[in-house]
């Protein structure tokens, strides 16, 4: 059930718990002259989750009408969400077998060290998790993962087949449960390198509505937005992951200093870049970066890292990589690739 909690004496749990509501509505009105706004969250009553938040704006002399489209829309996403959430809750009381969760925490912290026997580790972890526990979701988000990456930095298949090979992983893992934001955000991720950009944010778009907390999501999602020109947009994304996950892993850095980037804010990049603890996915850009700030020594010693790192790095590959090739922060980026030494 779901209750309107008036008050904001109480908090969401001491609702439910007085109520035996498992879900909680809350919700304010403010004005402003002749304007309204009206404000609405629904919440997970033992958890205080936020579910859904919506606002709605009208004007005093509508009142009486306005209230009524108000409370229609709301009884209507109400209904729409806590079905919603009910659906999801009793798909998630369905525990992965245990083996196979382990073996995709260990392939998700390996997947993000970025190389190429690490990133083939994963994925052999991922295949023996599906072998173990075949509709597990996560299963196919790690296994999407690895393919794209390993398009990206050019360790295998750079034929469109590896990306369409990742997608069609992460269609199975939406199918598997289509109440995982992890699902739709892998989605995104691989249509975001398959040059879709309106697939692709509309993808992450439907895993913000799943989970909006999701700091994962969300530091992903910026990189399509910079990738569209939106990258002030994108950098208060990163700012809102980094508060929701202060703990948050080095590539949230890398996406931040990719925005940062994108506006010209080469100094901006490299102190953020140099704040990560393993700076392997960060070089080619703190190479680019000292060398448009005119920082050569720095420039070179970067480029260097990129070689040992990535022995078969190509600057014609990494024109090839980025979603919008013929964006004018690509050239500077390859630009700035080519003066630090990098070929």
């Known amino acids: 059930?779901?209750?309107?909690?008036?008050?904001?004496?109480?908090?969401?749990?001491?609702?439910g718990q007085v109520l035996g509501a498992r879900y909680v509505a809350t919700g304010s009105v403010r004005r402003s002259g002749t304007r309204l706004r009206v404000t609405a969250q629904l919440l997970e009553a033992d958890s205080g989750r936020m579910l859904w938040s919506d606002r709605y704006d009208g004007?005093?002399?509508?009142?009486?009408?306005?209230?009524?489209?108000?409370?229609?829309?709301?009884?209507?996403?109400?209904?729409?969400?806590?079905?919603?959430?009910?659906?999801r809750r009793?798909?998630?009381?369905?525990?992965?077998?245990?083996?196979?969760?382990?073996?995709v925490l260990r392939g998700q912290d390996l997947t993000l060290r970025y190389?190429?026997?690490?990133?083939?580790?994963?994925?052999?972890?991922?295949?023996?998790?599906?072998?173990?526990?075949?509709?597990?979701a996560r299963v196919y988000v790690g296994m999407s993962r690895t393919y794209s990456e390993s398009w990206r930095h050019g360790w295998e298949d750079q034929s469109e087949s590896g990306l369409a090979h990742a997608a069609n992983l992460a269609m199975k893992a939406v199918e598997q449960d289509?109440?995982?934001?992890?699902?739709?955000?892998?989605?995104?991720?691989?249509?975001?390198?398959?040059?879709?950009?309106?697939?692709?944010?509309?993808?992450?778009?439907?895993?913000?509505?799943?989970?909006?907390?999701?700091?994962?999501?969300l530091a992903e999602m910026s990189d399509v937005l910079s990738s569209i020109g939106e990258a002030a947009s994108?950098?208060?994304?990163?700012?809102?992951?980094?508060?929701?996950?202060?703990c948050h892993p080095d590539w949230?850095?890398?996406?931040?200093?990719?925005?940062?980037?994108?506006?010209?804010?080469?100094?901006?990049?490299?102190?953020?870049?140099?704040?990560?603890?393993?700076?392997t996915a960060?070089?080619?850009?703190?190479?680019?970066?000292?060398?448009?700030?005119?920082e050569s020594a720095h420039a070179h010693i970067h480029a260097q890292a990129v070689r040992t790192a990535y022995p078969n790095f190509s600057l014609q590959h990494w024109r090839q990589v980025p979603p919008d090739p013929d964006s004018p922060w690509l050239e500077k980026y390859l630009e700035g690739l080519s003066l630090a030494g990098l070929d």
């Open 178 to 217: 289509d109440l995982d934001a992890r699902g739709f955000a892998e989605l995104g991720y691989v249509r975001f390198f398959q040059k879709q950009h309106q697939q692709a944010l509309g993808a992450y778009k439907r895993a913000t509505e799943l989970n909006p907390n999701d700091a994962d999501v």
């Open 282 to 294: 960060g070089h080619r850009l703190l190479a680019a970066s000292y060398a448009l700030l005119g």
């Open 59 to 87: 004007v005093l002399g509508d009142v009486f009408d306005f209230q009524d489209e108000v409370a229609d829309m709301m009884a209507a996403r109400l209904a729409s969400h806590v079905n919603a959430a009910e659906r």
């Open 115 to 136: 190389r190429q026997e690490t990133n083939s580790h994963a994925r052999r972890l991922f295949e023996e998790a599906a072998g173990l526990d075949p509709i597990y």
């Open 1 to 15: 059930s779901a209750f309107l909690c008036r008050s904001l004496t109480h908090s969401p749990d001491e609702v």
């Open 234 to 246: 994108a950098v208060d994304l990163m700012k809102r992951a980094i508060r929701l996950n202060p």
């Open 90 to 103: 009793i798909i998630s009381s369905r525990a992965p077998e245990v083996a196979a969760y382990g073996l």
């Open 252 to 279: 949230y850095l890398c996406n931040y200093a990719d925005a940062l980037f994108v506006l010209g804010e080469y100094s901006e990049v490299v102190a953020t870049l140099l704040k990560m603890r393993d700076l």
